[in-house]
């Protein structure tokens, strides 16, 4: 059972270009703390598969305090949740990603889901490209160096 700790923006983005098998393709299970079940499903209005997408709260309320002062609650919750748990997370924002990596937290993001699909052969170089191309059109960020890195990836 492969299980990953996510933060909504990724989730959000495959669910609206209707691609989750990004995330079902590698993990059996994705944990989302409590704010990043509201966001998507409240904010977002979306429904969430919830054998796949289950919620956890997380329990070191000192942490997610002191991560509140520079991040949302979603990522604050989905930082903490990582921490609690020893689990890899899935986080886009940047500076999310660096308190993350500060605290030891192994991660990746978007991008990254696409390059493990693609390397394991559960993606074609023709669909990860097209994946990338619809998340960009859902209004995906990513900069022209980020971009490019990843599309020479794929020609190794």
């Not at 995330?23 to 979306?46: G, H």
């Not at 990254?112 to 669909?127: A, F, P, R, Y």
Request: glycine share 4%.
């Amino acid at each position: 059972m492969r299980l990953i700790i996510s933060d909504s923006t990724t989730v959000i983005t495959l669910l609206n270009i209707n691609r989750l098998d990004v995330l079902t393709n590698v993990f059996s299970c994705v944990y989302i703390p409590t704010n990043v079940y509201e966001e998507i499903t409240t904010k977002e209005k979306i429904t969430l598969d919830e054998e796949f997408f289950i919620t956890k709260d997380i329990k070191d309320k000192k942490l997610y305090n002191l991560l509140l002062k520079s991040l949302d609650k979603g990522e604050a919750q989905a930082i903490v949740l990582a921490k609690e748990t020893n689990l890899s997370l899935i986080i886009d924002e940047k500076k999310g990603r660096k308190i993350a990596t500060t605290m030891g937290i192994n991660i990746f993001g978007f991008i990254g889901l696409l390059i493990i699909n693609h390397k394991n052969k559960l993606l074609s170089k023709k669909d990860t490209i097209v994946i990338f191309n619809k998340a960009k059109e859902y209004n995906f960020r990513v900069s022209k160096k980020l971009e490019n890195d990843f599309l020479e990836l794929l020609e190794d």
